[in-house]
């Protein structure tokens, strides 16, 4: 790291002590790169040193998925009950509508005490907001969303249960 | 006019009156669902877009968006900015209303016995709310709000026939490729930000003019031609154009129409204002990003056009031909962004305007038409529409007009247009030479085009039907549509006046 240290000798004296930022002349590139070679580096190292360390023992049972675990069964391609993406969208609904009364109740006082809005014009643009998701929200409600999807194997043994 | 002073975010009113019609829709279908009220559904939807459609002009009337200085209102600036009401989008805010309610009255019959009606009529007032938006978005991030407003509802819709393969595989791949596409524009909105640090376009052209984003001159470059890839799948022109043919011709046809019509003026209202409002042309401009953006459309235009024609050419389904067709009328289209010039171009510009608002009608009829189609079940390539005419001549006359219309043949107004267009590219050849070639493939290209339209006027109406039909039905609602788009279409002549005046003012307003 020579190289980085001011070459005159006055510098050298002024900077006793600390390194002054006139030093970290070198591209930032190469402290990124340094990462990426450190990050890449210490996984890769791991995995070398374990290879040389470890034991060597073939035995079937170990090529299984889970060793000495579950024993699979089936394909990994099987379909979901669509219930879970319709939860899934709902949730946005109201996702969204934290995400927007978060910053808004953040200003909400400030907005009140400045002459310049009204109650009208701080409170009813969020209430708009809320009563549109609503409305999306109680659409989503009569046409079934929430109602627990059933296969028809499940409806059936419903009916037979009956 | 202005007797009465309204409050400024009422300029919006053409967007604000399709999405409470949205709402509403959607609070009766929360009300009593799975309604089969058609004429309530459908009656609400076209109320709604022809209110919308009402105020628009009652605005453009008033004269909100004529300069002040013409003893207009001036253009109205909507949340600080964010979104402008200038007579460029309140002609698209018209245009957008008109295909919205020839569809929704077409649909009132193409639906019958169809499950979901409530989320059909309020999806599709959802969408034309988006593209009213995209008319009057005036900063990056509502373009970018505004048209996947436009984009998510219209997904669902070419889908909508959920137990047909052929619309759930075009719902598919309108949506992988309308995804791609967003991420795409959405990064070139961030290059852009990054070079210039504004969003909004008006602030973009300050930043470039006053020379801070020399530094990032390469970047602006690529978040440039990352717009134009959003703005080329809007508006289905070629490196994004093969979702269209596909998406097309699986979708209900009603819902083809509106794609192609209102969905893609409303992609050119924000290519217009983009390029127009942020990224005005110079010299400095073409220093600044390393080459002239009038290149990219002229290429884009001239490639446009002959992949739209030449491919229509040779089909044989009557929809993926007008699939075909409308992704060679968008490269027309396109030659209003390619003639802009740093001091010029209203001319070529208000012509694209005039050939958007033309082929709102006569493209939405001529789909309407292969709805009526479908209604009556005759199938789907050109030798199954053979002699037609016999059973239902006002239906066939009406194609008749859409087809010669659309050709460019004189009395109708898609002559009109494009003479305009052509004309446009001629004057803007003086400041660019490139344009000579756009005119000519124009030319060439409507010559071709008549090809494939007449064969189609052809099987109608000359052709003897292959196989014996029984009386064809007539359904109100869509021959309602079909022929006020082919009145439209012939009596947009006389008319043509008010319709070159407003294009005309609304280009020079926007270049201006």
């Known amino acids: ?162 | 006019m202005a007797v009465f002073q309204l409050a400024e975010w009422t300029a919006m009113a053409p967007a604000l009156i399709l999405a409470g019609t949205a709402l509403a829709l959607f609070v009766f279908d929360s009300i009593s669902p799975h309604s089969t009220n058609r004429s309530l559904l459908a009656g609400t939807a076209a109320g709604g877009a022809l209110a919308s459609l009402a105020v628009a002009v009652w605005f453009i009337v008033a004269g909100v968006g004529t300069p002040t200085v013409d003893g207009g209102l001036g253009e109205i600036t909507v949340l600080s900015d964010q979104f402008v009401v200038d007579q460029m989008a309140l002609y698209f805010m018209i245009i957008v209303a008109i295909v919205t309610a020839l569809i929704v009255v077409a649909s009132y019959d193409y639906l019958v016995g169809h499950a979901y009606q409530a989320e059909y009529y309020s999806l599709v007032v959802l969408a034309a709310t988006g593209m009213s938006m995209m008319a009057a978005a005036n900063s990056l991030v509502t373009i970018f709000i505004a048209l996947e407003l436009a984009s998510l509802p219209s997904y669902a819709l070419v889908a909508i026939l959920k137990d047909n393969r052929g619309s759930v595989e075009a719902g598919l791949k309108y949506f992988l490729i309308g995804a791609l596409s967003s991420a795409i524009f959405l990064y070139g909105i961030s290059l852009v930000y990054g070079a210039t640090g504004h969003l909004q376009l008006d602030n973009i052209a300050e930043v470039i003019a006053a020379g801070d984003a020399d530094p990032y001159g390469g970047l602006l470059g690529l978040g440039i031609l990352m717009l134009i890839g959003g703005f080329a799948f809007k508006t289905a022109s070629v490196p994004f154009h093969f979702w269209a043919p596909d998406a097309y011709e699986g979708a209900p046809a009603p819902i083809s129409g509106f794609l192609s019509s209102a969905s893609k003026a409303a992609g050119f209202v924000i290519l217009f204002r983009v390029f127009t409002e942020a990224f005005p042309l110079g010299d400095q401009m073409n220093a600044l990003i390393g080459f002239d953006w009038t290149v990219a459309f002229i290429i884009l235009a001239i490639v446009t056009m002959t992949v739209g024609n030449f491919a229509a050419a040779t089909q044989n389904n009557v929809k993926r031909m007008l699939a075909y067709s409308s992704i060679g009328h968008a490269g027309y289209a396109l030659i209003g962004v390619a003639g802009l010039s740093a001091d010029g171009g209203e001319l070529v510009m208000g012509a694209a305007m005039m050939h958007l608002l033309v082929y709102g009608f006569m493209n939405t009829g001529a789909f309407l038409f292969v709805a009526l189609a479908e209604h009556w079940g005759v199938g789907r390539t050109f030798e199954d529409y053979n002699g037609l005419s016999r059973q239902a001549p006002i239906a066939c006359a009406a194609m008749a007009v859409f087809m010669f219309s659309l050709a460019g043949i004189p009395p109708f107004g898609g002559f009109f247009s494009k003479f305009f267009l052509f004309m446009g590219a001629l004057e803007a050849s003086a400041a660019n030479t490139a344009m000579l070639a756009v005119a000519a493939a124009l030319v060439v290209n409507s010559a071709l085009s008549l090809y494939y339209y007449s064969r189609l006027v052809k099987a109608l109406w000359i052709e003897e039907p292959a196989t014996t039909r029984d009386r064809l039905a007539r359904p109100t609602g869509l021959y309602a549509a079909i022929v006020v788009a082919a009145v439209m279409t012939v009596l947009i002549l006389p008319g043509f006046g008010p319709v070159v005046d407003a294009a005309l003012d609304a280009a020079v307003a926007a270049l201006g």
């Open chain 1, 1 to 162: 790291m020579a190289r980085l240290r001011p070459k005159n000798e006055q510098s050298t004296l002024i900077c006793v002590g600390y390194e002054s930022p006139n030093v970290t002349e070198m591209n930032d590139w190469i402290a990124i790169g340094m990462l990426a070679l450190v990050g890449l580096s210490i996984p890769l190292g791991m995995m070398v040193v374990s290879y040389l360390i470890r034991p060597s023992v073939p035995e079937t049972s170990k090529r299984a998925t889970y060793e000495s675990g579950e024993i699979p069964t089936g394909g990994t391609r099987i379909r979901f009950n669509i219930q879970y993406y319709m939860v899934a969208l709902l949730f946005v609904v109201f996702d969204i509508e934290t995400v927007l009364l978060f910053p808004w109740a953040v200003v909400y006082q400030d907005a009140l005490a400045s002459p310049e809005y009204g109650l009208l014009e701080a409170l009813g643009p969020m209430l708009l907001f809320v009563a549109i998701l609503m409305i999306g929200l109680a659409w989503a409600w009569r046409t079934g969303a929430v109602q627990w999807a059933q296969t028809r194997t499940q409806a059936a043994s419903d009916t037979d249960r009956q």
